[in-house]
C-alpha cells in the first residue's frame, strides 16, 4: 500500500517516459506532514534544513535547487530557500527578483523576499550584482551564517538552502554550525560529475549528515521534433553512484531547453512543464519521506488514529 515510501527510481528502459513513482494519498499526504512537522525544529521558526549540494559546477544545482523549493511551496509546504552560492548568487534571477535589494526593518535583520509562495534570502541582495565577491573561505562561512541566523524567516517547514559547488571550507562550516536535517545531492551522469558527486557524499558521511538523496540532472536528451532520446553525458551513471554509495535516487530530470529559458525568464519550470512538475513532485515527496524516516508503519499508525 505504501510502496512510494520505499520506491527506488530506476534507469528508464525507455526514456520517451521518466521514471516517476506512485504518489501518496491525501492521508498518507497529510500523516507524513504531520510527522514532518512534529519533530524538534531545527533553529527558531524553521522545522527542518536541506542542503543542495554537489561535487562540481555546472551541474544545474541552483536550477535544481529552485524548483525543489517552489514545488514544495506547491505540495503546502511552508517553504524558505537560502542562496548560499556566495561566489555566483543565482536564485534572484531564477526568481525573477534580479536586482532586488535587501531591506531591513531596523538595520539589523533582514526581511526575506517573497516569490511564487516561498521565502527567500540571497547574497545576491547585498552585493552589487556586477562585483565579484572576493572572500576567503572563512569570512565567506562567516557570512553565510550571518545571513540565515539574520534573516526574519517566517515560521518554515522546510528551508531549502543552494550550497556553493565542492566540498571546501564554506561546505564544512555550514554542514557542522548548522543543524541540518540532511543533503541532496546533484550530479549529470558523466563520469567527471559523477567522481566529485562522490566526494561530496563523502563529505556529508563524515560530518554525520544524512544524503536523502541523489538527483540525476540531464540523464537524458529527448529531441522534440523527432522523439529520438540521447544520453548525452552517458547512460544511468548516477543511478550507479547511489548505489555504490548506498543511498536512494529521488528522480531522473531531462537535459530540456526550456528549463533553461524558464530559469532564465525567472519563471521556475515546474509552474509551466510537464513532465518536469511530476518527475520534481514524485522528488519532493520522497524526499519529505527520507527526512522524516517515515515507515509505511508509521503512516499507518496515524492515518489509523485518525
Keep these: 500500500m505504501f510502496n512510494w515510501l520505499k520506491k527506488t527510481a530506476k534507469p528508464a ?3 520517451h517516459k521518466p521514471p516517476v513513482s506512485d504518489e501518496p494519498s491525501t492521508a ?8 514532518l512537522r512534529s519533530s524538534e525544529p531545527v533553529m527558531a521558526n524553521i522545522q527542518h534544513i536541506v542542503l543542495v549540494a554537489s561535487g562540481k559546477g555546472g551541474v544545474g544545482k541552483s536550477t535544481t535547487a529552485v524548483n525543489l523549493a517552489v514545488m514544495l511551496a ?3 509546504l511552508r517553504t524558505g530557500l537560502l542562496d548560499a552560492d556566495i561566489y555566483g548568487p543565482s536564485v534572484p534571477m531564477m526568481l525573477g527578483l534580479q536586482g532586488a535589494r535587501a531591506d531591513s526593518p531596523d538595520n539589523k535583520l533582514l526581511n526575506p523576499k517573497q516569490a ?4 527567500l534570502q540571497s547574497i545576491g541582495f547585498l552585493i552589487e550584482p556586477e562585483k565579484a565577491s572576493v572572500w576567503r573561505g572563512p569570512m565567506a562561512s562567516q557570512a553565510l551564517l550571518q545571513l540565515i541566523n539574520e534573516t526574519l524567516w517566517p515560521a518554515l517547514d522546510i528551508l531549502i538552502v543552494d550550497m556553493p559547488p565542492g566540498t571546501g571550507d564554506i561546505q564544512l562550516t555550514l554542514s557542522q554550525k548548522l543543524k541540518v536535517s540532511g543533503a541532496v545531492i546533484v550530479t549529470t551522469p558523466q563520469d567527471v560529475a559523477l567522481s566529485d558527486a562522490g566526494k561530496a557524499i563523502t563529505m556529508f558521511n563524515q560530518v554525520k549528515i544524512p544524503v536523502l538523496g541523489l538527483i540525476e540532472n540531464m540523464s537524458y536528451y529527448l529531441c522534440p521534433q523527432c522523439g529520438y532520446s540521447d544520453d548525452i553525458f552517458g547512460t544511468a551513471g548516477g543511478v550507479r553512484l547511489a548505489g555504490h554509495y548506498q543511498v536512494p535516487v529521488l528522480g531522473q530530470l531531462p537535459l530540456e531547453r526550456q528549463i533553461r529559458e524558464h530559469a532564465d525568464q525567472g519563471t521556475p519550470a515546474v509552474l509551466k512543464l510537464q513532465p518536469i512538475d511530476e518527475i520534481y513532485r514524485t522528488i519532493a515527496w520522497s524526499m519529505l519521506a527520507n527526512i522524516t524516516g517515515a515507515t509505511a508503519q508509521q503512516v499507518e499508525i496515524i492515518i489509523t488514529d485518525d
Design 13 to 15: 528502459k525507455n526514456h
Design 74 to 76: 506547491k505540495l503546502g
Design 116 to 119: 511564487f509562495g516561498i521565502s
Design 28 to 35: 498518507e499526504r497529510e500523516a507524513l506532514v504531520g510527522l
